[in-house]
């Protein structure tokens, strides 16, 4: 049996499992709760054709579409009323609900998503995940809408006027390990695609495709970057990550050197900022960058040095796999869609617990739990494993989680 066989029989027990997660869940997230699963649903269609996947997509929407006028949430992205929006405009753009239908539904959201991006960002809440920044995204699949625009034009001046000189460039606060117990009143940048700079960095460089504010936002790009590239660590060490956690003002690191292997912290998630930064500004110099860290990661990277325990998107083998394949493609380098392979036949491998949903569970430090969301669990895992069944299949979900 090779490795697309076993993924279609995979997938067939995670589309099963998540019928009963669906019907049962009241985290309306998009990355922690149902309304990802649609975005599951939707590949899945174009995956196999039948109609029933179709009809869950549907079900999934209706329900999305109750919460957010019966429950309160907050304006994030992966929570909260940003994220499930910006699913049912992807899910319009793939052509399965009439834009009509959804435009009245979008101008009074517009204003929802508004208020508390801004409201986070004036309160140096930068975070991707959980606040100010990922309602860019939002925003970002709104355009060319008056309200997006203005919108991602105060987002970028914003970052212009609270960036923080640094050594050989700039960069913006960690606000989260700035708060904590351990690190209290200091000044530190997290290098990490979920909370930290690189997010910062790639929807910047979003903007900046898009046109908005393009003046203000090149150097910006340009200048955390070049303070980006100075934070790598210094040792020799071939199975050593490339890049720490977190660093203070003067990029003296803070905590481990060594950094996890996975999308939200660590050299994968920087790679992707670079790759596709270097894209959308046409930057050889950053793709080349970005390709030689994904070598690195492909050759002295596995799943002891990288921490790696389990096969979710967020940090797991599923979502290493992804990226690399990705990265793979769109560079048609045979040794990075190899690792990815690799990787692949890890998650596979890891569909061994009797009493996980379709045999997975996800490492909440110090026990393994049940999971079924996009960013932890098995409907993450199931978008993975598609774009391995079927390369022809765009993974264009990878927005939201900035891996496109």
Not at 33 to 45: E, H, Q, S
Not at 337 to 365: C, E, I, V
């Amino acid at each position: 049996m090779d490795h697309k066989e076993e993924a279609l029989l995979v997938l067939q027990r995670i589309c099963t499992e998540l019928d009963r997660f669906t019907t049962e869940d009241t985290n309306t997230g998009l990355l922690g709760g149902y309304t990802g699963v649609a975005l599951f649903y939707a590949y899945y269609y174009q995956l196999t054709g039948k109609e029933e996947h179709l009809d869950k997509v549907y079900e999934i929407i209706e329900k999305c579409l109750q919460a957010l006028s019966e429950e309160p949430m907050n304006g994030s992205h992966c929570s909260g009323i940003a994220g499930v929006s910006w699913c049912i405009q992807h899910l319009t753009d793939m052509g399965f609900i009439e834009a009509d239908d959804a435009a009245d539904t979008f101008t009074d959201i517009d204003v929802l998503i508004g208020d508390f991006m801004e409201a986070e960002l004036k309160e140096g809440k930068n975070d991707f995940l959980h606040q100010g920044l990922g309602s860019a995204l939002y925003f970002l699949a709104r355009l060319p809408a008056p309200a997006a625009v203005t919108q991602l034009e105060s987002l970028v001046h914003h970052l212009q006027k609270t960036a923080i000189p640094l050594p050989g460039g700039i960069g913006w606060r960690d606000h989260f390990s700035s708060k904590s117990q351990e690190y209290q009143d200091q000044h530190l940048f997290n290098l990490g695609l979920a909370h930290g700079n690189p997010a910062i960095i790639d929807i910047l460089a979003r903007c900046y495709e898009k046109g908005i504010a393009r003046e203000t936002a090149l150097p910006l790009i340009e200048k955390s970057i070049q303070w980006l590239l100075g934070t790598r660590n210094k040792s020799g060490v071939a199975e050593q990550s490339l890049y720490p956690v977190l660093v203070d003002a003067n990029n003296r690191i803070m905590g481990e050197a060594h950094s996890r292997l996975g999308w939200c912290y660590g050299d994968l998630g920087i790679a992707t900022m670079l790759w596709n930064t270097g894209k959308r500004l046409e930057r050889s110099d950053y793709q080349q960058e970005a390709l030689r860290m994904f070598q690195h990661i492909s050759n002295h990277r596995n799943a002891k040095n990288g921490a790696v325990n389990d096969a979710c998107l967020c940090h797991g083998s599923a979502g290493i796999a992804h990226i690399l394949q990705q990265a793979g493609l769109a560079a048609n380098n045979t040794a990075l869609l190899d690792a990815s392979r690799s990787w692949l036949q890890t998650t596979l491998q890891m569909n061994t617990w009797a009493d996980g949903p379709a045999g997975f569970k996800f490492y909440h430090h110090p026990d393994y739990i049940i999971s079924h969301n996009v960013l932890e669990g098995i409907a993450g895992i199931g978008l993975s494993l598609i774009s391995f069944a079927d390369t022809e299949i765009k993974p264009a979900w990878g927005a939201c989680m900035l891996i496109v």
